[in-house]
């Protein structure tokens, strides 16, 4: 019987040391910038979807994966995860040398538009609890410098470049449920990656966040978060269909609450005359000279989550 014991310990020990560092929420410290020597041969990248954590071989509490190469012009960069960590590499032309590791993943979301540094989604470790409340936005300047932006949500979070593509609009989010996370706007500046806050009335949560035309305006969702209720998914769907709609100046001043019926995921017509936006999964139009709005009877497909509805196109989404 005593045998029989010690083996059932000696089991469950095992068990523990393996699934603890997959499974641990303690969130790591944030990647530091690699040597840009290249220390070993960086693995060539494969033409397949990169594999997400949860989804891959385990090693050494790391998942294997190797994402295929975004190009740009001559060049291209990718990531790739190892026993080591997380690595990207960038190839100009016969040559390729590792820009940066870390121990937590680290995936390529797209190039800066002026071609001087990459756009990544920076995940806290391999805790999927962690991840749920949102992965960091970060800027990898080519030189190794990675600097975090944003924590955003992947359900109701994103980002959008500027036309000109010195600027970059970011919303958080919040968190799982949106309401409980401090839901922000941030408007940064490249290549200086210098951020700013969007003023908020105390209380009062910003989503969904979009560029005019021009560059010289932004639009986005406001309201103040629902009480908890038993039901936070009906709450928090009732909510999103409320949320004001407003405008601003490209710095976050001169807001002002335009007068609709309430929505999410504003947008601006390509003459700017325009907002259009999602009521109750149809998409209407805010006429900005008249002060008109027109249901203009197109359906709106989102992707529902815990109670808030996607609507962005996802390509900007962790």
Not at 60 to 82: F, K, N, V
Not at 163 to 182: N, Q, Y
Request: net charge neutral; charged share 20%; with cysteine.
């Amino acid at each position: 019987m005593r045998v029989k014991h010690a083996l059932h310990r000696v089991v469950v020990t095992v068990l523990l040391l393996l699934l603890l560092p997959a499974c641990s929420s303690q969130q790591t410290p944030s990647a530091r910038p690699s040597s840009l020597a290249v220390a070993r041969s960086a693995p060539t990248p494969v033409g397949e979807t990169p594999i997400a954590p949860g989804k891959g071989q385990l090693a050494i509490g790391l998942w294997r994966w190797t994402s295929p190469e975004l190009h740009r012009g001559q060049l291209s960069a990718w990531d790739a995860g190892d026993a080591s960590g997380a690595h990207i590499y960038l190839r100009d032309g016969s040559s390729q040398r590792e820009v940066i590791s870390a121990r937590e993943p680290l995936y390529v979301a797209e190039w800066w538009p002026q071609d001087n540094g990459l756009l990544v989604w920076h995940w806290w470790g391999y805790c999927n609890s962690c991840n749920a409340d949102g992965v960091r936005l970060a800027a990898l300047k080519l030189d190794g410098r990675l600097t975090d932006l944003a924590n955003v949500d992947t359900q109701a979070g994103g980002y959008s470049w500027s036309r000109s593509g010195h600027r970059l609009l970011i919303g958080t989010g919040g968190d799982r449920f949106v309401i409980f996370g401090d839901a922000r706007v941030l408007i940064c500046d490249f290549p200086e990656v210098s951020c700013s806050t969007l003023q908020a009335p105390p209380g009062e949560l910003d989503l969904t966040p979009a560029w005019s035309p021009d560059d010289r305006f932004i639009t986005f969702a406001r309201g103040r978060a629902p009480e908890p209720e038993l039901n936070i998914n009906a709450a928090l769907a009732a909510w999103q269909d409320r949320l004001g709609l407003w405008i601003a100046r490209a710095d976050g001043t001169g807001q002002q609450l335009l007068d609709t019926p309430g929505g999410s995921y504003p947008t601006w017509s390509a003459d700017g005359r325009s907002i259009y936006f999602v009521h109750a999964g149809r998409r209407w139009r805010h006429d900005l000279y008249t002060g008109d709005n027109t249901d203009t009877g197109q359906v709106t497909t989102g992707q529902p989550g815990r109670g808030w509805v996607n609507y962005s196109s996802g390509s900007n989404k962790p």
